[in-house]
């Protein structure tokens, strides 16, 4: 079974930065794609960015130009670089990965870290 971790929410100031991880663990003989959703009380879970096997990124319009994602396969972690926060990116931000195990394909969630973005 895979499990993601994710570390790094908290409390920042319009206009600051924030760096996101999650680390996976488990049998994971592959990685597909890892990526970044988050969630708002009343609203869907969207898609904030996305890194596939190809390193190959996308990203959401509002967060273009101001977030990175990125990944580091021998680690079986993903990042999230939040610059120019704005009170509109606060959510709780969950993790996602895709990959294969032993025998099959998964995808798995992480429990989510709340961010903040307020003075």
């Known amino acids: 079974q895979v499990h993601l971790v994710e570390s790094g929410g908290g409390l920042v100031q319009p206009g600051g930065s924030l760096k996101i991880s999650c680390a996976a663990s488990?049998?994971?003989?592959?990685?597909?794609?890892m990526a970044w959703y988050r969630q708002v009380p009343g609203k869907e879970r969207e898609l904030v960015a996305l890194?596939?096997?190809?390193?190959?990124?996308k990203y959401v319009a509002s967060v273009k130009g101001r977030f990175t994602i990125s990944r580091d396969i021998a680690k079986k972690s993903v990042y999230l670089e939040m610059n120019a926060l704005t009170p509109e990116d606060t959510a709780v931000y969950y993790c996602?990965?895709?990959?294969?195990?032993?025998?099959?394909?998964?995808?798995?969630w992480g429990q989510g870290t709340q961010v903040t973005v307020s003075s």
């Open positions: 996602y990965v895709d990959g294969h195990g032993t025998h099959e394909d998964f995808d798995a």
């Open positions: 890194i596939t096997d190809t390193d190959s990124t």
């Open positions: 488990g049998t994971i003989s592959q990685i597909y794609d």
